[in-house]
Structure formats: C-alpha cells, structure tokens
C-alpha cells in the first residue's frame, strides 16, 4: 500500500454553509486535531484573492498536521501557495488539460462517474480518483448518483487509489467496505459536526473499519482490554497467546498491572481511565479490532471509560468476561464496580461468568445444574446479550449454559483432570472473540473456543507452585 492510499483515508473537504458559530479556520484545527488525513479547500464563491488568501492559511495548518493539502479546481492558487495537490471534476477538465499543466510533483485528483472516465483519467496521469455521489447529498442537489457496484468496479479497473464521496457520515460508510475503496471522502459528517474534532476522530475509526476491514480477514485483529499478569497465564499475557492461537492479530488496553504469580496476587497497579481510553482510542482509529475481550476491570470509572470507547466507535463482537476474582481467590475488582459492570454487559454480544460470577451478577444462589439455566435466563433477559455460565466451578464435567433470548442451550465438554487452570476464563473469552472475528456463528464460535480450551488442559503443562497456567500454544511443534 502505497503512502497516498494511507493519506486518503479520511479525506475531509471543507464546507463553511454549516459551520454555525464556529469559524473557518478554527473547524480545519479542529478536523486535524481530529485526526482527518487529508484535506481539500473547495471554495466556489470566493474571489481569486480571497481563495489565494485562504488558502495560505490553511495549508500552513495542514503543514502542522504532517496531512497532505488539496485545492479543488484553481490550478493558479494550488500553484501560488504550493499546495500538495489539486482535485478536478469532469466539467473542469472539459475547460483546461490540467494533465500538461500540474507540476509533476503535485498530487492530481479527478472526480469519475464510470469506468470509462476512470481508465481516462489514470492513462492521463491522475493520481487517484474522487468517485461519487454515492449518497443522496446537499452539497451538490444535482449530482449524478454512482451505485456500490460502479464504485466497486471502478477499484477493480484501475490501480491507483480511490476515493467515494457524497454523502457519506457514520450511518452508511461501512456499506461500502469490501469494495476496495482506499478512503472516504466525508462534506458535512465533519463540518456540519457540533464537536467536530470528535466527530473527525469517530470517522477515522469507523473509516479505518470500512477500508481495511476485508483486507484483514486472514488474520483478523482482535482487541483485548484487561489486566496484566506478570507470571503471564491469565490476564492479558494469556489473551494475546488464546488470540494468536486462535488466528487472530492481538492487541491491547491495560486496565490494570497485578504482581502476580499461580499462588497469587500481591499487588495492584490501575490505569487512570485517561490512559485507558487514550489506548483504546490509539487502536480502534488505526487497526479497528473486529472483536473485543473486556476481562479485568478493577473500578467503576474504568468500566465507564471501556462503555463510552465501545459506543462510540460502534464496536461489535464484544466478549466479556467478569473477572471479579482470581483462581487463587484474590478480588481483582471494586464492590462497587458491579452496576458499572451490568451497564456495560448491555453493550456486549456475550458474557461468559462461572458459577461464583453467575451468582453475584443474578444475585441467587447456584447449587445445580437448573440454577445454571435459570441464573443464564435471567442475565439474558436483564441484560439483552447473550450469556455463558460455565460449570466447571460446580460439577464434574465441563459442562455450560447458553442463553439468549428465549433459546436456553447446553454445550457439552469434556472435564479434564488437570489442577492447572490458571487462565481458563481469560482463555476461553479470548478465543470465543477470535472465532468470532472470523466471521464465527455465536454458538460454534464457543464451541470451537471449548474444544481449544480442552486441548490445552490435556496438554498437561506443569509450571509454578499453585494453580499453573496452561499452554496456550500446544499445537505448535
């Protein structure tokens, strides 16, 4: 992939009709800030001195944000500040061969509608290509609509990137992943914005999402926001290695760091909700993770953080577990953490408690297998995700839960004797997550996530003076 593809990704152009109260200047700081890629200065009502003018200004700011600066359709001001690039329509080009004229090291963009201008305009030495409208827009009431499928052979015709555009916001851009398209063009999704440099950065994840999505789907990334475990078999250290086994790419945001070995924990280090939401951010708006592990999460202000992060960037394929205490018995969370925890459970896809969990969450007692089905209904129904109560805390088999809606499921296993299970939760989420990013069903995805864990117990690794960690990579030779 080429620097230009990765500099189109979040392509803003600026639009001051709906800019309200804020002013000019200040919404192109605040789309930078933002993290938007590229930025082109369209302004058809303005005089060449005010353009030229303007134009000085903005590039300087665009200079400080290390993003490409783009002029449409005045070759002249493009050449007077020196501006990176210069984007032209059909109708312009019609009026000036602006191929002879762009100086060789100045970036040209030309907006097509078909695959016949799009060969024309790469044979004549266009640099990438403005495909639109794709959406219904009030920028140009007028324009020529271009389907999902043009678009998509409009990538398939040519070799250098493409952009859509028109219309495009947060609602309807991931309707057009996978069709090879190396960024999105966005009008009045940022400059029409209340808070547009949060908006801007909302958009590059979700572009990041739409355009590298399909390219990722061999080795899909997976996010796993957790606790550190410094013996590495439970926490984080087992959620790369379950992530990785499972063919997943793993990364991560600390909740926590734990001095911690296979007989305990003997200390607890947070991270302040800042700096998680800081890590969250820095992954999801350059590597959006198909599918996220949330594990241990020591307070309610964390929990809060992981909720707002996971809404905003409109995360799917969350995987919780509710690590409440260790295997060794230490409480690796707040008491007051609980109704941050059940907030949060509303936004996952699944949770996945034992048995000591299950109880504190659907505030009973669980004595039996019936205990399981009625405290797995009552979470499903409380919460509105699905739910996992695993058994092997209670019976001797490793027998589980499911429960969705009005669908009540048992998944079978096999109880494997092994008092090494330092990490079984942690493993058997992550993996669930992993399959999950493959494009999983919810069901087989746990099912395959189980069989995993099973391998890994009868594996038999032996390591530390307690309850030992597994070997997450057993079937590595």
Partial sequence: MSNLDKDLLLYAVTDRKNLGQTEFLTSIKQALAGGVTCLQLREKNLSREAFGAEAYAVKQLCQEAQVPFIINDSLEVALDCQADGLHVGQEDLQK?????????????????????????????????????????????????????????EICQAVNIPVVAIGGIDEDNMESLAG??????????????????????????????????????????????????????????????????????????????????????????????????????ATVFTDIYPLAIKVGMVPSPELMQVIAQELSLYQANNVVLDPVMVATSGAQLMKSETLDALKALARQATLITPNIDEA????????????????????????????????????????????????????????????????????????AIAANLAHGEDLIPAIQKAKKYLSGILASQLDLGLGSGPMNHGYLLK
């Fill in 96 to 152: 000036s061969d602006f191929y002879q004229q762009i100086p060789s090291d100045m970036i040209l963009g030309v907006s097509v509608q078909n695959v016949a201008q799009a060969k024309e305009a790469q044979a004549k030495g266009a640099n990438y290509l403005g495909v639109g409208t794709i959406f219904p827009t009030q920028t140009k009431t007028d324009a020529v609509r271009v389907s999902r499928q043009t678009l998509a």
């Fill in 179 to 280: 069709t090879g398209i190396a960024g999105l063009a966005i009008v009045n999704a940022i400059f029409g914005a209340p808070e547009i440099e949060k908006q801007s950065h909302k958009l590059k994840a979700l572009a990041v999402k739409t355009v590298f999505t399909s390219r990722s789907a061999n080795l899909p990334p997976v996010l796993s926001i957790a606790g550190s475990d410094s013996s590495g078999g439970a926490g984080i250290q087992a959620d790369i290695k379950a992530i990785m086994a499972n063919g997943g790419f793993a990364m991560t945001a600390i909740t926590a760091m734990t001095a911690q070995n296979t007989q305990g924990v003997t200390a607890i280090i947070e991270s302040s909700p800042e700096f998680l939401q800081a890590q969250i």
């Fill in 359 to 430: 109880q504190i969450l659907a505030e009973m007692e669980i004595r039996n297998a019936t205990d399981m089905e009625v405290a797995a209904q009552k979470l499903t129904q409380e919460l509105g995700c699905a739910v996992l109560v695993k058994g092997g805390h209670l019976v001797n088999d490793a027998n589980d839960v499911f429960a969705q809606g009005n669908q009540v499921l048992w998944l079978n296993g096999q109880k494997i004797n092994n008092s090494n299970t330092h990490g079984t939760g942690c493993t058997l989420s992550s």
